[in-house]
């Protein structure tokens, strides 16, 4: 683990006393790195974990998604925000702002609004694997927020949670926003809660968005989109295995597929081989067979019942004080309090 303090121009050198960020991840393979890109793609029905979309190239790519006129969790996620952030800071009080997957922080500055419109000190550890895009973020909000101090970790959010030191305030509220939750099957889902309950203290309040059940096609819509951003994001984690495995992925031979499957109520993402061939991962000493139509499972995003959700966080002892929705109930978010 190593401490680094920005000093790229004197704009930043100003803001270092304000910054700081926290190196958790090695960029070294470590001996059981990659056993799970073993396990998925050796089996039957062939899985990437969604967790490698996030190089640099992916984060970035991941932003332009957000702005697509088809993807409309980001921006609906931020009207509920920019409606209930007064409301969600009077209910907090002072607390430390620890976000889980913070990319660009853009919707996180409209918590920071209302904190700040509060009078309320400003205390803020993002958490993103992307270290680039975690450093571009924290100098963008050093500049706009003059009372803002940053403790930021490019983590895990295991890595990251196992490590929060101890805060300047008595309480912390922790964000994880977007539906990332989505991305997790039920039992996933279970350890993350528990991580997030193990992590906070009595008191301290989690803040969840959750995208909620509608249309197909609106939904459909959203992981297909026209411009193709989802389809570059979906074939990056191909580049991004070839540079961290030492693979031959021919992005060429692979095409992006998003459906919704109705029954488990979430969408399925995928890449679908366009002939048959073999990969090699020399890393790994692996070499994985393709058939022509064999289809990897990328991603899936489940979508939600508010009240059920409610429900399942307050039987894992995260009392739901408030929920918050738009005109369109599209995208909820679930105020928490540790009990």
């Known amino acids: 683990m190593s401490t680094f303090f920005q000093e790229q121009n004197p704009n930043e050198a100003l803001n270092n006393h304000r910054l700081q960020l926290e190196y958790l991840l090695d960029n070294n393979i470590a001996e059981d790195d990659g056993k799970d890109i073993i396990e998925g793609l050796t089996q039957e029905c062939k899985t990437i974990s969604p967790r490698y979309f996030y190089d640099h190239e992916g984060s970035q790519l991941f932003e332009k998604i957000c702005e697509l006129p088809e993807y409309y969790p980001t921006r609906t996620e931020a009207s509920i925000l920019k409606k209930s952030g007064q409301e969600i800071a009077k209910i907090t009080g002072k607390v430390e702002i620890v976000e889980l997957g913070s990319g660009s922080a853009t919707k996180t500055q409209l918590l920071l609004d209302a904190y700040q419109n509060l009078d309320y000190p400003l205390y803020y550890t993002p958490i993103d694997v992307s270290g680039g895009i975690l450093q571009e973020s924290a100098n963008s909000l050093l500049t706009k927020y003059p009372t803002l101090k940053i403790t930021g970790k490019v983590a895990t959010y295991q890595q990251a949670l196992s490590k929060l030191s101890y805060s300047a305030l008595s309480q912390r509220i922790c964000l994880f ?163």
């Open 177 to 339: 926003l977007g539906s990332t939750i989505g991305n997790f099957n039920p039992s996933e889902c279970d350890r993350f809660i528990e991580l997030i309950t193990n992590s906070l203290s009595v008191g301290d309040y989690f803040l969840l968005g959750v995208d909620l059940q509608k249309s197909i096609p609106v939904l459909e819509a959203a992981y297909n989109d026209s411009q193709g951003i989802t389809s570059a994001f979906n074939l990056n984690i191909l580049q991004h295995l070839n540079w961290r495995f030492d693979g031959d992925f021919d992005l060429s031979l692979f095409e992006h597929h998003a459906i919704y499957n109705q029954s488990e109520n979430q969408i399925e993402m995928y890449l679908i081989c366009q002939s048959s061939h073999n990969v090699k991962l020399a890393a790994l000493d692996l070499i994985i067979e393709f058939k022509e139509g064999e289809k990897i499972l990328t991603e899936i995003s489940r979508k939600f019942n508010l009240q059920e959700k409610s429900v399942y966080l307050a039987s894992k002892g995260l009392k739901v004080n408030a929920t918050y929705t738009d005109n369109k109930h599209w995208f909820g978010l679930l105020l928490c309090q540790k009990i």
